[in-house]
């Protein structure tokens, strides 16, 4: 069986984070810890379309202000706010490092993929009049050139229940 690994992809730049579970643990605990303190802000941009769908042009301020926040949040909580139990027995696969000690340092790579992949896709923007989204992606070489050949549409129309193709490992024909 290959090692299948998740991480995010924007603006041609392709940045592999873990396995599934590590990146859907980052987003549980951003519902966990973070929306429930800030009920008024608009996650569905962070918790609907980057982590199922995928992150329209206009959509990238209010995402990269929402990620700032998360990252001030997770500063705050220490790595023990994450059950470590099901990674230690083997139960779920994960490429965490737990000896970091808080959220934030468990996480800093996410942070700065995410901020990486939309400095490109501003950029090319920008200089080549072209946009190519930030979303959550399976980045294993094959898979992510046929990922990424994924019309935008099959994104837009996921149902409401539907989990995340990335997370399914699914990639429609």
């Known amino acids: 069986m290959r090692d299948i690994k998740t991480g995010f992809i924007g603006g041609g730049t392709i940045i592999d984070l873990g396995t ?19 009920p008024e802000k608009d996650w569905l941009v962070l918790t609907d379309r980057f982590y199922r769908r995928y992150l329209k042009l206009e959509e990238l301020d209010i995402a990269e202000s929402l990620m700032k926040l998360v990252e001030e949040e ?7 706010a994450i059950d470590w139990d099901p990674i230690l027995s ?29 400095e490109f896709a501003i950029y090319e923007h920008k200089h080549e009049n072209l946009y190519r989204p930030i979303m959550v992606a399976i980045t294993t070489i094959p898979d992510v050139v046929v990922y990424k050949q994924i019309s935008l549409s099959v994104f837009d129309n996921l149902g409401a229940d ?8 699914k990639i429609p024909k």
């Open 20 to 38: 599934d579970s590590d990146v859907q643990l980052f987003f549980d605990c951003i519902s966990y810890y973070v929306l429930s303190k800030y």
């Open 74 to 80: 997770f500063k705050q909580l220490d790595q023990e």
């Open 90 to 118: 083997g139960k779920v696969k994960s490429d965490l490092d737990r000896t970091k000690s808080t959220l934030f340092d468990t996480f800093n790579e996410y942070f700065r993929a995410f901020y990486r992949c939309m």
């Open 162 to 169: 539907e989990k995340p193709i990335w997370w399914t490992g």
